[in-house]
């Protein structure tokens, strides 16, 4: 079965550092990976999806991803972080050949940023 | 285009009773996708639709079930209320069935059992 495992369920970032965040996948295939935000009393906003077309892969707000077959990975990175992106962030996948579009998450990451 | 919007925002109901939520889906999107968020268990997938049919079933109980409308429009229904399953339920919609179609998710139902 495919998951993916976020690293640090918390991190805090002063304002104007680079964000990092870690998601590592387990899949038997090449996977669909995505990385979405979700606001207070919101729903999920999709930031950035890998589908196999470029490795580098670039989402709204600053943020982009890089897709690491070798050490089945896959971090969410922005160079400058700003108040703004306070927020939950989710790594997802996605079935590969099931036919579906079942998203299984990661347990997530609470981005605090800091003055 | 509007997005996903999703009915009631908010519900509070009792042990024993029975809730429908509803989800509207983005204009020409076709599939539909339910989750529970919880803090305990995170994010955990319930069921997807398209075309009218159920595609794909989560690991929940008969409690929770669902339909999709021809006008792709989706409900799912929770019998039996039980205190756990108090939680933001969140739908979403994709143009079609793939799995690496993007899922549009609506702002979500906050549901209380007392």
């Known amino acids: 079965a495919q998951s993916v495992t976020q690293l640090g369920s918390h991190v805090s970032v002063s304002e104007g550092a680079l964000v990092l965040l870690r998601c590592n996948y387990s899949?038997?295939?090449?996977?669909?990976l995505f990385w979405y935000v979700q606001y207070p009393n919101q729903g999920l906003q999709l930031l950035l999806k890998y589908t196999s077309a470029a490795t580098l892969v670039k989402g709204i707000n600053g943020f982009e991803a890089e897709f690491k077959k070798s050490e089945t990975s896959f971090h969410l990175t922005k160079p400058s972080a700003h108040m703004s992106d306070a927020a939950e962030y989710f790594c997802?996948?996605?079935?590969?050949?099931?036919?579906?579009?079942?998203?299984?998450f990661g347990t997530g990451t609470q981005l605090k940023v800091e003055l | 285009k509007a997005g996903v919007t999703q009915t009631p925002r908010y519900l509070i109901k009792t042990r024993g009773q029975q809730v429908t939520l509803s989800c509207s889906p983005i204009s020409g999107h076709r599939s539909v996708s339910w989750y529970q968020q919880t803090p305990g268990q995170g994010l955990q997938f319930l069921f997807e639709?398209?075309?009218?049919?159920?595609?794909n079933k989560g690991n929940f109980p008969g409690r929770f079930s669902g339909r999709q409308f021809s006008n792709s429009r989706s409900e799912m229904n929770v019998s039996t209320l039980e205190l756990g399953d108090s939680a933001l339920y969140l739908c979403?919609?994709?143009?079609?069935?793939?799995?690496?179609?993007?899922?549009?998710f609506g702002p979500g139902t906050r549901l209380l059992v007392l």
């Open positions: 979403a919609s994709s143009r079609t069935l793939g799995a690496g179609e993007t899922q549009y």
């Open positions: 639709y398209f075309s009218e049919t159920q595609r």
């Open positions: 899949s038997s295939v090449p996977p669909y």
């Open positions: 997802a996948v996605s079935r590969v050949g099931g036919g579906g579009n079942k998203l299984t």
